[in-house]
């Protein structure tokens, strides 16, 4: 689940999302699942401060749905290294398109070196308070 690709993407727009997801799994009596999501701080005009927007309104909208959703899964700690994203990129025949490569390699809450990004620290807050 990645909402930063769509068009006009807004973290805000969450609790559409999820109420979408919610409707189509209520008809077949089951809970959604959301295997991984994220938001890049580089690609697609991302920064730290959507990608920190973005965890904190998905923490937001995942509590008020929560017995709806099945897990919730946060796709990666620290953004690729640039062989990695190069290598995955070109699996998926992406490799010549620089905006893919800047989201892709972008998606970590910290550098690939360690350096934490906000959003490391908005995960953080909210998984102390987590429930």
């Known amino acids: 689940f990645y909402p930063q690709i769509l068009k006009k993407a807004d973290p805000s727009k969450l ?40 965890i904190k309104k998905l923490f937001r909208v995942y509590a008020n749905y929560k017995d709806d959703v099945e897990f919730l899964g946060l796709f990666v700690l620290y953004d690729f290294p640039e062989s990695l994203n190069r290598s995955l990129a070109q699996s998926y025949g992406l490799s010549k398109f620089k905006e893919y490569l800047k989201f892709q390699g972008s998606l970590g809450f910290a550098y690939n070196n360690g350096t934490p990004k906000k959003s490391w620290f908005v995960l953080l807050e909210k998984l102390k308070k987590f429930k």
């Open 15 to 54: 609790y559409i999302y999820f109420n979408e997801m919610l409707q189509i799994s209520s008809k077949i009596g089951k809970k959604f699942a959301i295997t991984e999501t994220g938001w890049s701080s580089s690609g697609l005009n991302g920064s730290e401060e959507s990608q920190a927007d973005f």
